[in-house]
T-cell receptor, first 117, second 114 residues
Framework: IAGITQAPTSQILAAGRRMTLRCTQD?????MYWYRQDLGLGLRLIHY???????GKGEVPDGYSVSRANTDDFPLTLASAVPSQTSVYFC????????????????FGPGTRLTVL | AQSVSQHNHHVILSEAASLELGCNYS??????LFWYVQYPGQHLQLLLK??????LVKGIKGFEAEFIKSKFSFNLRKPSVQWSDTAEYFC????????????FGKGTRLSVIA
């Protein structure tokens, strides 16, 4: 079982370009998340999805979009990259138990290091 | 907005010293609490979690944390740190019921020197 995979591992991108970061999980978890990690700021939630077909905005959603066409995949798209989006991006997933309360632990992918020049 | 505060940005300890990392959260209702660790160059891994029951939670690698509801705290402890504990530690909270994502603290970097 791979858990969560992310691609690419790292990327250098010119400002203004479009970029999609891929995330796939094989644990059949309902919920998936995208975070960015920046020095001194910890992890900040960009977007999340409680279940396939639904998405929600996190703390820092501007400049990013997501889709959740199926349970396993949760791609993050930067429509027109800017240097402030230089960061390490982590995808995560968790299961829900019972009436939807997320008692499940979040599991993280290995991350994508993105540099926007 | 819900928040999670980690009091120390960077902690430096000698091997065998005791560790306590502070974590406070702002949500007043029922919470689920987590500590994650990120070793250099790696992704986040779960150290321990609290959902209910005994407020003293034991995790992997000799770590434990105590949930004190009256203080809105979930401090992480280890009696004797090792060089291999050098990492960044994140406290996180699921505030309340429903489909609520984790809220992370900004992290505490621990450096253990031999």
């Amino acid at each position: 079982i791979a858990g969560i995979t992310q691609a690419p591992t790292s990327q250098i991108l010119a400002a203004g370009r479009r970029m999609t970061l891929r995330c796939t999980q094989d644990m059949r978890h309902n919920a998936m998340y995208w975070y960015r990690q920046d020095l001194g700021l910890g992890l900040r939630l960009i977007h999340y999805s409680n279940t396939a077909g639904t998405t929600g905005k996190g703390e820092v959603p501007d400049g990013y979009s997501v889709s959740r066409a199926n349970t396993d995949d949760f791609p993050l798209t930067l429509a027109s990259a800017v240097p402030s989006q230089t960061s390490v991006y982590f995808c995560a997933s968790s299961d829900s138990i019972g009436s939807g309360r997320f008692k499940g632990t979040q599991y993280f992918g290995p991350g994508t290091r993105l540099t926007v020049l | 907005a819900q928040s999670v505060s980690q009091h120390n940005h960077h902690v430096i300890l000698s091997e065998a010293a005791s560790l306590e990392l502070g974590c406070n959260y702002s949500y007043g209702g029922t919470v689920n609490l987590f500590w994650y660790v990120q070793y250099p160059g790696q992704h986040l891994q779960l150290l321990l979690k609290y959902f209910s029951g005994d407020p003293l939670v034991k995790g992997i690698k000799g770590f434990e944390a105590e949930f004190i509801k009256s203080k809105f705290s979930f401090n992480l402890r280890k009696p004797s740190v090792q060089w291999s504990d050098t990492a960044e530690y994140f406290c996180a909270v699921i505030p309340g019921p429903g489909n609520t994502p984790l809220v992370f603290g900004k992290g505490t970097r621990l450096s253990v020197i031999a």
